[in-house]
């Protein structure tokens, strides 16, 4: 069976902060787990979100630092 990729989008229409991550690159994780926490681009730390993986799968790469701005899509 071939390897599916799965790309993680923003799950917002607005830019976010990763404040984050609880995953490191080649682990794989379970569906449900969580992946790394954000919050939106006010920067209100108190209101903190939970990214959970969709399926279970291993994390190929990480393309946004703790502390980036990500942009939607």
Not at 36 to 57: E, T
Request: glycine content about 10%; cysteine-free.
């Amino acid at each position: 069976m071939a390897d599916k990729t799965m790309p993680i989008f923003v799950p917002s229409e607005k830019p976010v902060k990763v404040t984050k991550w609880k995953v490191k690159q080649g682990a794989f994780v379970s569906q449900g787990q969580i992946l790394f926490l954000y919050n939106d681009s006010s920067g209100n730390s108190g209101d903190l979100k939970k990214y959970k993986a969709l399926r279970a799968g291993t994390i190929s790469s990480i393309k946004v630092k703790e502390g980036d701005i990500a942009e939607p899509g």
